[in-house]
């Protein structure tokens, strides 16, 4: 059963504390990201990775720290220097791209995070 | 100026009708467009991706691309309540790699 997994679902977090949101993916792909949505708006970038042992940052990089040990996992970190980390966190993946087409982003089912 | 902008809404439906939501962006080099679907306390799901000018159809969705124009719109015929979500606009742009630029999504209510 092929796809991208997270967890957890739901998580509380109070002020000051670090914590890891985990996204698995077993679909073989290179590309994995980390977007944030909050309520009422877009997807926001905040870390993407292209192959294992890289990655790079996107529009909203401070306060999240990412690794990309094993192509399958792509872990975040919110840390405590996240001054509004209350939001819905997606993880995504992308195959590589076929003869120039387009590059599509298939997403996990999310975390939804709230600082108490 | 978003890169990617669309019309918040929400954007009311008749069950049955032809609901339009379009898309505009910003850079002109922008390469491929996608259309997700997002319901309420959801992950956005992948309807439809078009890269070249013209129309591209699948089932009960029209993606319409005018590069020239810089907009991408999304047709959903024979609307359902089912449809009700909000729809969101990405743009991938050649020089940012694989990255997507989404827009705020537009919220659309189809009533019976």
């Known amino acids: 059963d092929g796809g991208i997994t997270q967890s957890p679902k739901y998580l509380f977090r109070k002020e000051g504390q670090n914590v890891t949101l985990s996204c698995e993916q077993n679909l073989n792909h290179d590309a994995m990201y980390w977007y944030r949505q909050d309520p009422g708006q877009g997807l926001r970038l905040i870390y993407y990775s292209q192959i294992v042992n890289d990655f790079q940052k996107g529009d909203i990089a401070e306060g999240y720290s990412v690794s990309r040990e094993k192509k399958e996992s792509f872990p975040l970190t919110v840390t405590s220097a996240q001054k509004n980390p209350t939001a819905f966190y997606l993880c995504?993946?992308?195959?590589?791209?076929?003869?120039?087409?387009?590059?599509?982003?298939?997403f996990g089912p999310g975390t939804r995070l709230t600082v108490l | 100026q978003k890169e990617v902008e669309q019309n918040s809404g929400p954007l009311s439906v008749p069950e049955g009708a032809i609901a339009s939501l379009n898309c505009t962006y910003s850079?002109?080099?922008?390469?491929?467009f996608f259309w997700y679907r997002q319901y309420s306390g959801k992950s956005p799901e992948l309807i439809m991706s078009i890269y070249s000018n013209g129309d591209k159809e699948d089932g009960r969705f029209t993606a319409q691309l005018n590069k020239a124009s810089q907009y991408v719109s999304l047709l959903i015929r024979d609307s359902q309540p089912s449809d009700s979500a909000t729809y969101l606009c990405?743009?991938?742009?050649?020089?940012?790699?694989?990255?997507?630029?989404f827009g705020g999504g537009t919220r659309v209510l189809v009533k019976p």
């Open positions: 995504a993946s992308s195959p590589p791209p076929l003869a120039g087409g387009p590059v599509e982003q298939f």
């Open positions: 990405a743009v991938k742009i050649k020089a940012a790699g694989n990255k997507l630029t």
């Open positions: 850079d002109r080099v922008s390469q491929s």
